[in-house]
């Protein structure tokens, strides 16, 4: 199974950013995203679960948007009002064993995507 994470680039304080990302082969049940920023260590950010469970990291509430298009097996992150702090590299994850106390944690998650970098200057 791959995911293809794509979308990332730079953009201006302020800016928004769309990231998709793109499962092949399968579908899953639930599709994550987190970020690693340089120097430290991967933060949850969303998660998309069946039956329209979201659920979001404490700094992206009220900017980011997660969400699915079931045709194209594709979620995306819809990022607004993007600040400096949210540069880092995105990655998109998916399983569909993962509990619902466990959607935050990324060693729940099996399959990853390559990663995007998302820059955001001031």
């Known amino acids: 199974v791959q995911l293809q994470a794509s979308g990332g680039g730079l953009v201006q304080a302020g800016g928004s950013l769309r990231l998709s990302c793109t499962a092949s082969?399968?579908?899953?049940?639930?599709y994550a995203w987190f970020r690693q920023a340089p120097g430290k260590e991967r933060e949850f950010v969303a998660v998309w679960r069946v039956g329209g469970v979201t659920r979001y990291g404490d700094s992206v509430k009220g900017r980011f948007t997660i969400s699915r298009d079931n045709a194209k097996n594709t979620v995306y992150l819809q990022m607004n009002s993007l600040r400096p702090e949210d540069t880092a590299v995105y990655y998109c994850a998916a399983d569909s064993s993962v509990i619902l106390s466990n959607l935050a944690s990324q060693t729940a998650y099996r399959n990853w995507g390559q990663g995007t970098l998302v820059t955001v200057s001031s």
């Open positions: 082969e399968r579908t899953f049940r639930n």
